[in-house]
């Protein structure tokens, strides 16, 4: 594996016109799932996991960083590893020491000035140690609350955008243009686009869109080929927890407790998750064959 800085990736993919899948794998178990994907499919990829994850699952940011350091080397890949939603400056500490190269402080819940303070103080840390760091501004909601505690939606406005952008020295920005986290209730979510070219207008830096589950292809699509350059870090999670549970007709279960299930069992639902990875590769942000 060749760990490359998630900024260098992004520049990338967004000149190439296509984007970066930025995968939960939720477990331990699963890191190599979503590595043997990109590998299959010749492309860059991400592995996340965020705080609530953590607490959720079990695991902490050393065990995560181990297994994907563990597992790594077996595969031919350009990877990230990303600390998604996170609230509190202790994790995202705790998740730089154990070997995350990109973490997401997430200050959107608060005032613009609340945000710009918090999300500056976690990109002076994360900088000194070379770390990348992802900031959100508006709101995105959930239909999975697993991520995010809430299900308020306030769409990002591109002047403030390029203020924090500016004030913050953030390297990435998740922005609010209608998707939410989770599965769609609705079966056409719609997004912003014009919201999403005047943010890109003010902002040079690369764009992400969160709750990339359910959304159709055709949606992903249109928001990587914004004019300008649009999001080129696509988050999906829940999609691939519905394959892997889906196999194993259960409930969601601890990274202990998985690890503990039968075997065979866990690796056919791990072939269906790496089936849902790679049709996320190849026909939503189209990355295949991108790998050096
Ligand atoms: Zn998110």
């Known amino acids: 594996m060749k760990l490359v800085p998630v900024v260098e990736m992004l520049k990338k993919a967004e000149k190439g016109g296509y984007g970066i899948g930025s ?10 799932t979503v590595l043997r994907a990109a590998e299959n499919t010749k492309s860059p990829v991400i592995v996340q996991i965020s705080a609530n994850e ?24 350009e990877a990230v590893l990303h600390l998604d939603h996170t609230k509190d400056f202790a994790t995202i500490q705790d998740a730089i020491a154990a070997g995350f190269t990109s973490v997401m402080i997430d200050a959107s819940q608060r005032e613009f000035e609340e945000n710009i303070r918090i ?11 070379g770390v990348a760091v992802e900031a959100e501004l508006g709101k995105i909601g959930a239909t999975d609350k697993i991520e995010v505690d809430t299900d308020e939606s306030l769409y990002t406005d591109p002047a403030e955008a390029e203020e924090f952008v500016r004030r913050t020295g953030v390297d990435t920005l998740a922005v609010s243009i209608g998707t939410a986290h989770g599965v769609y209730p609705v079966k056409n979510p719609q997004i912003d686009l014009k919201r ?18 359910g959304l159709p292809a055709e949606t992903v699509k249109k928001a990587i080929a914004a004019a300008g350059g649009g999001v080129s870090k696509i988050n999906i999670a829940t999609d691939l927890e ?28 791990a072939g269906e998750v790496q089936k849902v990875v790679e049709d996320k590769i190849r026909n939503f942000v189209c990355s295949a064959g991108r790998t050096e």
Request: glycine letters at 4%.
């Open 23 to 32: 995968f939960s794998a939720r477990n331990t178990y699963l890191i190599e």
């Open 54 to 77: 953590f607490r959720w699952f079990s695991v902490t940011p050393k065990e995560f960083a181990d297994r994907f350091y563990a597992v790594a080397d077996r595969y031919d890949v």
């Open 119 to 129: 999300t500056k103080e976690v990109v002076d840390f994360a900088h000194a140690k």
């Open 196 to 213: 999403l070219e005047e943010i890109r207008s003010r902002v040079s830096i690369p764009l992400v869109l969160h709750g990339g589950s």
């Open 242 to 269: 519905l394959a892997f549970l889906g196999s194993l007709n259960c409930e969601r279960k601890s990274n202990a407790e998985i690890w503990n299930m039968d075997p065979a069992a866990l690796e056919k639902a």
